[in-house]
């Protein structure tokens, strides 16, 4: 138990894949993903307000966000510093590239063994595979209990925390001893927007590789020191087995991709007139699909 | 050894469906494998399900019967499943994905250095090359990716078991004519918890019965965010009561607050493949047409002629789903008898 509370909440990048317009679409049918915005994965928005709900409440609380993926994911980093987040690191390296919600969860357990925090919460799961998995995966990686599809964390002292979970058809409260891994729902409470205060203070907030890129003249000015450093952690900082990164520590291969093309079958075209929509419902009565 | 491991789930002492459709998906692939069918049954007083079990294939079912298990709860049911795991070494192993499964597999799966794929739509046999090396025999675990866009067929070469979660109501449930003679075989559940597999309360549960069946309805009646209101819903409600249907949603009717999510229809919401599917005001993403694309007879509601839906319908209705509607209502009470 470290003196403060400190909560890291996993969070990803992902393409908007719930808004594929026409303009998102290719001459042949298929999905133009460099078209599709790149936003804050929704579930995981849900998991910082349960994080930010718990900093409301004890005081002693320190938010930490945990993302993976290339440069631009900073971005998550910064959103989350806006909206109220103490920190985060930005976990980035080629050797993490090609790796599946196995090897993916071996980093991040990884880095959060180095940030050693006292509760995980993350999103279920993200809307560019819909797994669900990778929470459990680092729970189980930390040796950790899981609480998944939680809806709201209820009452959390030094010891335990107890949550509200929504299943299929229905509740269920469960209550879990200190360090836990839990997954939240899009069905919990929204998150809050940004703070104002927040925004001022992080709004220059920049990992080491923007600042560079940027450009020279700019980091030689020294001003790169007055604004907040997104930590960038490859492997190098968070070690561990090579192997385990990456592809080579996936154990799941992806043999086949088809796009998706709506395909048009045998089909009559019919107007609302009274004569067409009698017509359909005779011929369906006298074929016993109804009636 | 080697075989196939379906976990089965149950649900106020009833085996749920979802796993009874992976024993009968499981045992097509156990054919093309030559191999048995094992399931893995844990919960509380729940022996008796074995039977049921044998009537759709299982060699064996692996039971772990204990008062401490009578509600799932991840870290036992971990610590049993992949104690299993190791001893009987599966080729496959097979869990629906419910909140359950979802919660249990990929626990399993990290622990074990498995892979694991989710949702799967389709599972099926296939060789595989890599390289220079060649697999036979693997599972091609078929599934919608990048919000159902793509459809990706994964496959796990080196690693076992090779593990999936299938959504309720994707796979066909078919019992055998008769039943094979199968056995139990006993889990020591007391050599496998520890204590702190232990330490995660249940304080309290309230499953709803289930009320809403459109899974199981002959007949569909959806309506999408081209309904307009929640009030406007009722017009899909009449139109379904009228035919003896239920009432489904897409998923931007169920966002918008029009219908309940139980009636979501979908790739996040459920697969349907009724008789007949009449869909009103819907425009027919794919993400929704995964869920239903399957049903015998599609008729289309919707004014706007481009709306990809009327591509996958049988009868294609350009109009005002508010004419339409009344019109199928009152053309029904007329000619039927």
Redesign the interface.
Same mark, same amino acid.
């Given at each position: 138990m470290n003196d403060k509370l400190k909560i890291v909440v996993l969070a990803k990048q992902v393409?908007d894949?719930?808004n594929?317009g026409k303009d998102a679409m290719k001459e042949d049918g298929?999905?133009n993903?460099a078209a599709l915005p790149a936003i804050f994965n929704p579930e995981d928005m849900n998991a910082l307000e349960q994080a930010l709900r718990i900093k409301d409440r004890l005081k002693d609380v320190e938010i930490h966000l945990l993302t993976m993926g290339p440069g631009r994911a900073a971005d998550i980093i910064r959103e989350g510093l806006f909206r109220g987040a103490d920190g985060g690191v930005l976990l980035t390296d080629r050797k993490f590239a090609g790796a599946?919600?196995?090897a993916t969860?071996y980093a991040l357990a990884q880095a959060v063994r180095k940030i050693a925090p006292d509760m995980i919460i993350a999103g279920r799961q993200a =809307?560019?595979?819909?797994?669900? $998995?990778?929470?459990?995966?680092v729970?189980?990686?930390l040796g950790w209990?899981? &609480?998944?599809?939680a809806e709201e964390v209820l009452y959390i002292d030094d010891n335990r925390v107890?949550v509200r979970?929504r299943?299929?058809?229905?509740?269920?409260?469960?209550?879990?001893?200190l360090p836990v891994l839990i997954t939240v729902t899009g069905t919990a409470a929204a998150c809050r927007p940004r703070n104002a205060k927040q925004l001022l203070r992080y709004k220059g907030a920049r990992t080491v590789s923007e600042d560079q890129a940027s450009g020279s003249e700019y980091a030689a000015s020294g001003k790169c020191s007055e604004h907040f450093q997104i930590p960038e952690w490859g492997f190098a900082e968070i070690g561990g087995d090579e192997k385990s990164y990456g592809s080579s520590g996936?154990?799941?291969?992806?043999?086949? =991709?088809?796009?998706?093309i709506? $395909?048009?079958?045998?089909?009559?075209?019919?107007?609302?007139s009274?004569a067409? &929509?009698?017509g359909?419902?005779?011929e369906?009565?006298s074929s016993h699909?109804?009636? | 050894m080697n075989n196939i491991i379906v976990y089965c789930e149950t649900d106020g002492g009833r085996l749920c469906d979802v796993s009874l459709e992976l024993m009968t998906k499981a045992r097509d692939l156990a054919a093309s494998l030559s191999c048995d069918v094992e399931a893995l049954l844990i919960g509380h007083d729940v022996r008796g399900l074995a039977d049921e079990l044998y009537s759709y294939g299982a060699a064996v079912v692996h039971l772990a019967d204990d008062k401490r298990l009578e509600f799932f709860r991840t870290l036992p049911y971990a610590s049993i499943t992949i104690d299993l795991f190791r001893k009987e070494q599966p080729q496959i192993a097979l869990f629906g994905a419910t909140s359950v499964g979802r919660d249990l597999a990929p626990r399993v799966s990290s622990a074990l250095h498995s892979g694991l794929t989710a949702d799967c739509t389709s599972l099926e046999i296939g060789d595989h090359q890599d390289k220079e090396k060649q697999y036979h025999n693997l599972l091609y675990q078929i599934r919608p990716a990048f919000g159902g866009n793509i459809i990706a067929t994964i496959v796990n070469p080196e690693h076992r078991p090779q593990m999936a979660t299938v959504r309720e109501g994707v796979m066909k449930k078919a019992p055998l004519a008769a039943p094979v003679a199968g056995r139990i075989s006993e889990i020591d559940v007391n050599s496998i918890l520890k204590d702190s597999d232990l330490t995660v309360e249940i304080v309290a549960r309230e499953i709803e019965e289930r009320k809403i069946d459109i899974k199981g309805a002959q007949i569909i009646v959806a309506g999408g965010f081209g309904v307009g209101s929640k009030e406007n819903f009722d017009l899909i409600f009449e139109l379904a009561r009228t035919l003896g249907g239920e009432v489904g949603a897409s998923r931007a009717a169920v966002d918008a607050g029009f219908a309940d999510h139980a009636r979501q229809i979908g790739q996040t919401g459920v697969t349907v493949r009724p008789k007949l599917f009449i869909s009103c005001g819907i425009s027919g993403q794919i993400q929704h047409t995964a869920g239903m694309d399957q049903s015998s007879m599609i008729i289309s509601i919707n004014s706007d002629p481009e709306a990809p839906i009327h591509k996958i319908a049988d009868y294609a209705i350009v109009g005002d789903l508010n004419v339409v509607i009344p019109k199928l209502i009152k053309f029904y009470k007329q000619n039927s008898k």
């Open positions: 393409p894949t719930r594929v298929t999905v993903r599946d919600t196995l969860s =809307i560019d595979g819909d797994t669900a $998995q990778v929470g459990p995966q729970a189980e990686k209990p899981q &609480i998944t599809y107890t979970r299943l299929e058809r229905g509740i269920e409260v469960v209550s879990s001893p996936s154990p799941t291969k992806v043999k086949k =991709i088809e796009n998706i709506l $395909q048009a079958k045998e089909s009559r075209t019919l107007s609302d009274d067409d &929509i009698e359909l419902v005779k369906l009565i699909t109804i009636g | -």
